[in-house]
């Protein structure tokens, strides 16, 4: 059957779906692109509000009728992953020369769409996306490979554990049958219930954040500003001591020890030490 053309519904199911968009090819297979690299770069941006988003990219994948709408999943982790280029390029001080950083953001992107790409079946898409989800999720992949869109589940569902995980495949097992309307019906009815029910843990008072980035402005902490100045004196005086790793002991230890005598502070048991690797 052409893509073009309308099913024929039994008047059961009728109901759950909505009605057909005829688009040529190309124009559906350029609209399967650009949502999905929205649905990367707006889910992975860093706003918490808009990471759920992610969790949307395997409903986009069971629109494709043909092999290149498969690439979508491309443009999701192209999108979702160009940051890593000025990282790699800040953490690996590259300079001007891109080749490294880029080389990380193209196995990153391939890797992460291999699945996809690779399990692709268009009579069993659901399965395909469910398999590929899977893959993603399980070692060697799961340990190179970063915008899984199951972690979005965590803002859908929070606090339901393997419930969550487990909504959003059953979601995409039944996509097909129920059609995109009562699925998104049924994806924001249990967000909202999931959200009614959830209480935020409790603040442990003995979690500190401490910036290790020395050289660099000291954290400002409200609860207590004696670990600020702690923080201050410790990235002053490690700064002007030289490490050596002869010793047993950890270098990050040895230098918390020596910036708390010098300071004349007693070690603080909040402190997070830590000293460029030898």
Same mark, same amino acid.
């Given at each position: ?23 040529? #090819? ?33 409903? *986009? ?11 979508? /999943? +491309? ?8 940051? *890593?280029? =000025? ?7 590259? @300079?001007?020369?891109?080749?490294? &950083?880029?080389?990380?953001? %193209?196995?990153? /992107?391939?890797?992460?769409?291999? &699945?996809?790409? @690779? ?6 898409? =659901? +399965?395909? !996306?469910? +398999? ?6 399980? =070692?060697?992949?799961?340990? +190179?490979? /970063?915008?899984?869109?199951?972690? !979005?589940? @965590? ?45 935020? &843990? ?7 954040? /401490? ?6 402005? =000291?954290?400002? #902490? %409200? ?27 950890? &270098? ?11 300071? @004349? ?14």
């Amino acid at each position: 059957m052409n893509i073009t053309e309308t099913a024929t519904a039994s008047p059961s199911r009728a109901r759950w779906r909505i009605p057909s968009i005829h688009l040529p #090819d190309q124009a559906r297979t350029a609209v399967l692109f650009v949502t999905s690299a929205a649905i990367g770069g707006a889910g992975w941006s860093g706003d918490p509000a808009l990471t759920y988003l992610a969790l949307l990219i395997p409903f *986009v994948y069971l629109h494709s009728r043909r092999r290149l709408d498969t690439l979508c /999943v +491309v443009f999701y982790y192209a999108a979702a992953t160009w940051s *890593v280029i =000025p990282g790699a390029q800040g953490f690996f001080r590259t @300079g001007h020369n891109f080749v490294l &950083p880029l080389a990380i953001w %193209a196995a990153l /992107v391939a890797l992460g769409s291999a &699945p996809w790409l @690779g399990f692709y079946s268009r009579r069993y898409l =659901p +399965v395909s !996306a469910i +398999v590929a989800l899977t893959a993603l999720a399980l =070692p060697p992949l799961s340990l +190179v490979t /970063v915008a899984h869109p199951l972690i !979005a589940a @965590g803002h859908w569902f929070p606090g339901t554990r393997w419930f969550g995980l487990c909504m959003g495949i059953i979601l995409i097992a039944v996509y097909r049958r129920f059609g995109a309307t009562m699925t998104l019906a049924v994806l924001i009815a249990a967000s909202i219930a999931t959200h009614a029910r959830f209480h935020h &843990p409790v603040h442990d008072p003995h979690i500190f954040a /401490v910036n290790t980035n020395f050289g660099g402005e =000291p954290t400002h #902490d %409200a609860i207590d500003s004696r670990l600020e100045f702690e923080e201050r004196v410790i990235q002053q005086i490690a700064l002007a001591i030289p490490t050596r790793c002869s010793s047993s002991r950890s &270098p990050s230890f040895q230098i918390g020890m020596e910036c708390t005598k010098h300071a @004349g502070l007693p070690p603080s048991r909040n402190s997070s030490f830590s000293t460029p690797a030898c």
